[in-house]
C-alpha cells in the first residue's frame, strides 16, 4: 500500500512512506522502529480518507546521515515543523508519534501549536508527567537499554546482532511476538551508521551531546507546557514504563485533553490493536479542530 517518496525541505530531504489521497496526516515512528510500523493503522487511516504520510526519523535511512549530527527533541522538533511546512503549507494538519514521534508531537504542542489541528501521542507520557519517575528502581530495571546506550562502543556493540532489538520488542510487547516488518527493522540496524544515529537520541536525552547550539532557544519553548489538547494512548502491558505515567498525563495537559490506558496491550499498541487505536485517533483527528485549551 505504500508509495515511496522523498519530502525535500528547507533542512533535510526526508525518505517517507505515503498512502492515500486525501488531506495529509503525518505519522512519526520511534526506536527501535521503521515508517512500515503505520501499515496497519494507515489501512484504517486512509480508508477514512487521510493521506499518511511517514518519514523516517533522522538517521533512520541511509539518505538522511546529516554531516551534523544532532539528535536532540530541538533538532527533530525542527525537522518535523519543516515537513508540516511542506505537506501543508497553508493551514495546520494532524500528526500522530509513536515513542519518539510521541515526543516529537508534545514538543511541537509546545512550541509550535499553530502547526498542529490535531496531535496524538502512543505510548509515551509527557515529561511533566514522568518526572522522577525514572529514579525509581522498577523503572530504572525497565529503562535498563537507555543507561546502557550511554556507554560509547559496549552500546553499538550490543546492537550489532540484532538480538537486543527483537529482545527489546518482546518485552516491551509481550503479547505480540515479532512485528509483521521484522524485516525492514532489521535492515535499519544491520547498518551501524543508523544504529549510531538511533543511539544518539538517548544520549542527546541525557546530556549535551548531539545537541544543536542553534536550538536552545527552541529546546526552551519545547520544555514549557502543551499549548493545544493532546489525546494520548497507552497500554497496561507496556514494557517500557510503569502506566501510570501516562495516566498522569492528564493531570499536565490541557484541559479538553484525553488520555486513555488501554487493557492487555504493550507498547506497540498500534500493531496489537489496530482497529481500535485508529477509531479512536479518527475521532480526535476529526473533532480536535472544535476542541480548544481553557
Known amino acids: 500500500m505504500w508509495e515511496p517518496v522523498s519530502i525535500a525541505t528547507n533542512r533535510l530531504d526526508v525518505a517517507a512512506l505515503a498512502a492515500g ?3 495529509p496526516l503525518l505519522a512519526l ?3 527501535p522502529d521503521h515508517p512500515a510500523t503505520f501499515t496497519p493503522l494507515a489501512e484504517h487511516l486512509v480508508g477514512s480518507g487521510w493521506r499518511v504520510v511517514a518519514p523516517f526519523l533522522r538517521g533512520y535511512h541511509p539518505d538522511t546521515m546529516p554531516d551534523e549530527a544532532y539528535y536532540d527533541i530541538g533538532t527533530l522538533t525542527a525537522d518535523a515543523v519543516a515537513l508540516c511546512d511542506v505537506l501543508s503549507p497553508n493551514a495546520p494538519l494532524p500528526v500522530v508519534g509513536h515513542d519518539w514521534g510521541g515526543f ?3 514538543a511541537l504542542a509546545s512550541a509550535f501549536p499553530q502547526r498542529l489541528s490535531a496531535g496524538v501521542a502512543l505510548a509515551v507520557p509527557p515529561a511533566a508527567a514522568a518526572a522522577g519517575a525514572f529514579l525509581a528502581p522498577e523503572q530504572l ?3 535498563f537499554y537507555i543507561w546502557l546506550f550511554q556507554q560509547p562502543g559496549y552500546a553499538e556493540a550490543a546492537m550489532a546482532d540484532g538480538a537486543l532489538v527483537d529482545f527489546l520488542w ?3 510487547s509481550p503479547e505480540l511476538g515479532a512485528p509483521p516488518h521484522h524485516r525492514e527493522v ?3 540496524f544491520s547498518d551501524p551508521r543508523r544504529t549510531v544515529a538511533a543511539i544518539g537520541y538517548y544520549r542527546a536525552m541525557l546530556s549535551g551531546e548531539h545537541h544543536d547550539p542553534r536550538l536552545g532557544d527552541l529546546r526552551e519553548r519545547i520544555a514549557g507546557p502543551a499549548q493545544l489538547p493532546l489525546l494520548v494512548l497507552g497500554g497496561t502491558d507496556d514494557g517500557t514504563l510503569d502506566p501510570a505515567m501516562i495516566e498522569r498525563a492528564r493531570d499536565v495537559l490541557p484541559a479538553g485533553s484525553q488520555v486513555d490506558v488501554l487493557d492487555g496491550v504493550g507498547h506497540f499498541l498500534h500493531l496489537e490493536r489496530p482497529a481500535d487505536v485508529a477509531a479512536r485517533i479518527v475521532d ?3 473533532n480536535a479542530p472544535t476542541r480548544s485549551a481553557t
Request: glycine share 10%; no cysteine; charged share 25%.
Open 21 to 23: 489521497d486525501g488531506p
Open 29 to 31: 515512528h520511534g526506536f
Open 104 to 106: 516529537v508531537v508534545y
Open 141 to 143: 530495571k525497565r529503562s
Open 170 to 172: 518482546r518485552t516491551w
Open 186 to 188: 532489521h535492515e535499519i
Open 284 to 286: 480526535w483527528v476529526t
